[in-house]
């Protein structure tokens, strides 16, 4: 299994980004797909996760502005981020839950400056 994100970059305040996460040696519709994010000096914490089912789950301050979604037959999920503000600045991941292993993709890095 290989993960590959892509779509950082440098953003200004209010703008907006879509990160991607492209797979392959599974099925991302058959497992537990998430994005974490790190920001410098700060723990790695989940943004979003999409389940098996299609069900979703935001961290608080992904609520309302951050978006999850899957495109199975591209076998490639996406993290659309909107009205992005300073502390959005990270490195995100995406994350593979396949039975019980966990696969992680490169990070890429948002950058939210004026």
């Known amino acids: 299994v290989q993960l590959q994100a892509f779509g950082g970059g440098l953003v200004q305040p209010g703008g907006s980004l879509r990160l991607s996460c492209a797979a392959t040696?599974?099925?991302?519709?058959?497992?537990?797909m998430a994005w974490y994010r790190q920001a410098p000096g700060k723990q790695r914490e989940l943004v979003t996760q999409v389940f098996v089912g299609g069900s979703t789950d935001y961290a608080d301050f992904a609520k309302g502005r951050f978006t999850i979604s899957r495109d199975n037959a591209k076998n490639t999920a996406y993290l659309q981020m909107n009205s992005l503000k300073p502390e959005d600045t990270a490195v995100y991941y995406c994350m593979l839950l396949v039975v019980r292993s966990v696969y992680w993709g490169q990070g890429t890095l948002v950058t939210v400056s004026s």
């Open positions: 040696g599974t099925a991302l519709s058959l497992n537990t």
